[in-house]
């Protein structure tokens, strides 16, 4: 047991804050942490905030293919994506925050992908879970498949593989959850979905007569140039 002699001085040096878990206020994670075996809990509302979303997030419920099923696994017993406290799939992207794009996008259906999306509220995130949502996948050069939803959307996290097993997803949903608890409700590093120069919906690409149209949204996705030999 540590004596009141052991709390740390005003003139003590601070380590460096532990990345994703902020200090709070101005005193260091050290510093908290020999508070805390007093008996003293100190947090900060940004923390508490950023506690209490991370823990609580709420997957839609759809899913595009095979992936889909491995999501649909996470959520069962022997997996128990309940754990994370995101088992709360909701039928509605009204009371979403997380879209989990878990198969082939079409080209058919990538316009509804990105109607769903705008009409999640902020603050929202989204996996790409398997090869197909993040490049196409095994259908890559089908001329009805789209060649990932990172052309129309904003992905957070990638999860490789064909299909990525429900582990992975988990993998995936933790590290999400440290992306949320990392986000800054101010200052220079704010949070994206709170920076009114970064839009919450993004446009919604046409059936054009041979691709959509635009194919790709040109303010989050460039496709590379690739020079042609001589
Ligand atoms: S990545 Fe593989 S398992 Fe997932 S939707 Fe595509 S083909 Fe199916």
New binding site residues.
């Given amino acids: 047991m540590s004596d009141a002699s052991s709390l740390p001085s005003s003139g003590a040096a601070r380590p460096e804050p532990v990345a994703g878990f902020p200090a709070a206020g101005n005193l260091s994670d050290a510093e908290r942490e020999d508070l805390r075996r007093h008996g003293i809990l100190l947090t900060s509302l940004e923390e508490l905030y950023n506690w209490g979303r991370s823990n609580s997030i709420w997957p839609l419920q759809f899913g595009?293919?095979?992936?889909?099923i491995?999501m649909i696994a996470a959520a069962t017993a022997r997996f128990d994506i309940a754990r994370f406290g995101a088992e709360i799939f909701r039928p509605s992207p009204r009371q979403a925050d997380l879209m989990i794009v878990?198969?082939?996008v079409t080209k058919k259906m990538a316009p509804l992908v990105v109607r769903l999306w705008n009409q999640m509220p902020e603050p929202k995130y989204c996996i790409a879970?398997?090869?197909?949502?993040i490049s196409g996948?095994?259908?890559k050069q089908g001329y009805n498949v789209l060649k990932g939803i990172d052309r129309f959307i904003p992905v957070d996290i990638y999860i490789p593989?064909?299909?990525?097993r429900p582990e992975a997803l988990l993998h995936g949903l933790t590290q999400l959850q440290e992306k949320i608890k990392a986000e800054r409700l101010a200052g220079p590093d704010t949070a994206r979905h709170l920076r009114p120069e970064n839009p919450g919906e993004f446009p919604i690409p046409d059936y054009g007569a041979h691709d959509l149209q635009p194919p790709n949204n040109p303010a989050l996705f460039s496709p590379p140039s690739l020079p042609r030999k001589p």
Avoid: R, V
Wanted: proline share 14%.
């Fill in positions: 595009l293919a095979c992936c889909a491995e878990s198969g082939t879970m398997g090869a197909c949502a996948g095994p259908f593989g064909c299909p990525p």
